[in-house]
């Protein structure tokens, strides 16, 4: 069975709720219809220390997120958008995930070769595209592919008060997004997962 895991980046502790939640969860669904078995995790619920190395000690929760990331084939990498750009805990795993970049499997591999990643984004303000680009070249760097059409997001009214979580439908074209990209990260994992990139 092919695996993924959603980080939810948002500012939100549990049990508030959450639009990155919501719709990190219809991608996780779409990605079911796929045979993609799948567990959300919330980032700020976890003590996860500043830094650049696997386990920074002290109570450092990150190891037991990074194990998770490592047993899946999908990343799901869903960030509110605050001022412009992607959420403090959201640059915190980038910054985590920069550890990974010197780690290589028994062939020589980047360790997160042959996982994909994908991008939400959700906000309401601009920037989706911006914050899309950067999440992409970030897990890129570290080894993980993306597949295309790989993102999906969506953008409340500027300077409004409805956030994803609050509308009564789903629009149709993040619904179809969503569909799309299910589709493709689902193929292009099995795709890897039977056809590794090749060992240096």
């Not at 796929?34 to 929760?61: C, L, Q, S, T, Y």
Request: hydrophobic content about 45%; charged content about 25%; aromatic content about 4%.
């Amino acid at each position: 069975m092919t695996r993924a895991l959603a980080l939810n980046c948002t500012l939100k502790p549990s049990p508030a709720e959450s639009s990155c939640d919501l719709l990190a969860g219809q991608v996780l669904d779409a990605l079911a219809a796929h045979d993609v078995d799948g567990e959300i995790v919330r980032v700020v619920d976890h003590d996860v220390k500043p830094g650049v190395e696997a386990d920074m000690g002290g109570g450092d929760e990150w190891p037991g997120i990074r194990r998770k990331i490592l047993e899946a084939d999908i990343l799901v990498f869903s960030t509110p958008t605050w001022m412009g750009h992607m959420s403090s805990v959201a640059q915190r795993v980038l910054e985590r995930l920069d550890a990974e970049i010197a780690e290589v499997d028994a062939e020589g591999r980047p360790i997160l070769a042959g996982k994909v990643a994908l991008a939400v984004v959700l906000g309401n303000e601009d920037g989706a595209h911006a914050i899309t680009a950067d999440v992409y070249q970030a897990l890129v760097d570290v080894g993980f592919s993306v597949p295309a059409q790989g993102g999906v997001y969506w953008n409340g009214e500027a300077m409004h008060k409805v956030d994803y979580k609050d509308l009564e439908h789903t629009p149709r074209k993040v619904s179809q997004t969503t569909a799309t990209l299910a589709r493709h990260a689902a193929h292009l994992a099995r795709v890897l997962a039977e056809n590794p990139y090749p060992a240096p």
